[in-house]
């Protein structure tokens, strides 16, 4: 599975007050979510030894039906256009997530894809995304993906000794020639308008300099820097020791890409920067903006 491709957080109308006041009587607008993940399919077809949910503590998707049912499909589109309504809002983000999403199959993902479409492009803007690992991504893929204007972003972890300390099959074999391929099919001009963007899960052992010049050579639209999964208990690897080591492999590829004149968004270099004046950092995980996501797993929980 490949970290959730966050998407921009939406901007829409004040929420309506529902009757809640704070401490001081100050009236509190109504909570809203703009952006649900919808975890279409609960199997992945590599094996990456970073991810969290299939390698490591989460293994709850060992209950999860493989594919969401259409009915749950339905009645999710449903809740998501109730809540628009209730709520007033102008825009929302849907994000076929996984698993990796192309696991459900063209049939299906065209049927998930009219229903959503049907049911939430009357009343809302309704911008959808996939985050996936482009090993099925193909030509007949990318038309479908065209013709309901959905995002994709790609996992891709830079050159292929980098990508594939991580990124395997389940057998130990090499994801890198596939992914290349995916993010040539999204290059081509018929596809190049649902490119969304790469995202690279960082780690300090690989060359980060290196990693930079492999993802801008891919001429992604956007670049997502995702730090690993870790916890107090399971803290995220420090060579030496060293509690700055993030940040100073961050801080290389954040000099270089200001050298370069900032040639692609770095969702992770752009956030800071608009935290660090007092702006919306765009992402649930920097800063102290509400969190507006909600996770809808394949069996409708």
Known sequence: MSPTWRSSRSRHSTPPFDGTVDAAGTALPRASISQFVLKVHSRCNLACDHC???????????????AMAPPTVRRTASRIAEHVVEHSLERVTVVLHGGEPLLIGPARLAAMLAELRSRLD?????HLRMQSNGLLLTEDICRLLAEFEVGVGVSLDGDRADNDRHRRHADGTSSHRAVLRALELLRRPEFRPIFAGILCTVDIRNDPLAVYSALVAEQPPRIDLLLPHATWDQPPERPNGDPAAYGQWLGRIYRRWNADGRPVPIRLFDSLLSAMVGGPSGTEWIGLDPVDLAVVETDGT
């Open 122 to 126: 009357p009343v809302t803007r309704l």
């Open 52 to 66: 969290y949910v299939y390698e490591h503590a989460d293994q709850s998707w060992l209950h999860q039906p493989r």
